[in-house]
């Protein structure tokens, strides 16, 4: 079920100023998943310190494997949403009773740079979220400008870091259930490529500076050439 190190490659194109989806799709965070190389250092002491990894669909073996996923792009921003979807499998009544089981918090890694967390972290690099049950559970977005080239993007699950410990989720909420150790999210990713209009406001400007000079030189030069003929004309 897992490969590590596995790569998805999607080569992206886009017109000027309109995004195209570069993923759409559902991803599985699990506790038997290693962590993927760029998240935090800042973030305090894990009870399980590599666990929390994420799998993705890989439609070339058409199974679930780890790894980043890969793509190439243009210039431009790249926008990435970030959404919950609880555990996989939740065995408790609330559940059954449409409610949400909520608590997971969600690390994004661009080109092995941490951007954030969905729901995002205190100051102190602390959960902001406690483990229970809600409605609704946390969306996020990220907008980042984008180098052209080849770019890498993970996931991990921080909540996973505190699977099977005997200690409490410091966000709240006691300790993480065993129904938590697989948990789905759904992400959206974005590029859109930078307008020609900016490029061309910039040289419209400039060449009205350089028009409006020639043109102030025009007329001192004229200027100075009629008064030359009239100089010489008396």
Not at 35 to 43: K, M, Q, R, S
Not at 202 to 218: K, P, T
Request: glycine letters at 12%.
């Amino acid at each position: 079920m897992r490969t590590l190190g596995a790569l998805i490659l999607v080569i992206v194109g886009s017109r000027w100023g309109i995004a195209s989806t570069i993923f759409d799709e559902d991803l599985i965070a699990s506790f038997q998943v290693p962590l993927p190389p760029g998240t935090d250092p800042g973030i305090p002491v894990r009870p399980a310190p590599n666990q929390g990894g994420v799998l993705h669909f890989d439609p070339m073996t058409m199974q679930l494997v780890s790894g980043s996923l890969l793509f190439s792009t243009g210039d431009g921003t790249l926008t990435i949403t970030v959404q919950d979807l609880g555990p996989l499998m939740c065995n408790a009544p609330q559940c059954a009773m449409g409610l949400l089981f909520g608590g997971n918090d969600y690390e994004t890694i661009l080109d092995g740079k941490s951007l954030g967390f969905t729901p995002e972290l205190s100051p102190q690099k602390n959960p902001t979220i406690a483990l229970g049950f809600y409605q609704t559970l946390p969306i996020g977005t990220f907008d980042v400008p984008i180098d052209g080239g080849q770019h890498t993007l993970d996931f991990e699950d921080l909540t996973m870091g505190w699977y099977g410990a005997a200690v409490n989720w410091p966000g709240g909420g006691g300790r993480v259930p065993a129904f938590d150790g697989t948990a789905a999210f759904h992400i959206i990713v974005d590029y859109t490529a930078p307008e020609p209009g900016a490029a061309l406001l910039v040289f419209s400007g400039i060449a009205m500076v350089v028009l409006r000079r020639s043109m102030a030189s025009w007329r001192s030069n004229a200027a100075r050439f009629r008064t030359k003929v009239m100089f010489r004309s008396e």
